[in-house]
């Protein structure tokens, strides 16, 4: 069986919000300091 790309897109964008919310939070940190 393939796993759905439904999945797969839902787990990649996923990924990629938490790595976006990773970096605001350290540009945020770098412009604290």
Same mark, same amino acid.
């Given at each position: 069986? +393939? @796993?759905k @790309?439904? *999945?797969s897109w839902v787990k990649g964008? !996923? *990924?990629v919000k938490e !790595?976006? +919310?990773i970096a605001v939070l350290d540009s945020g940190?770098? +412009?604290i300091h």
């Open positions: 069986h +393939r @796993p @790309p439904s *999945v964008e !996923t *990924v !790595t976006a +919310r940190n770098l +412009r």
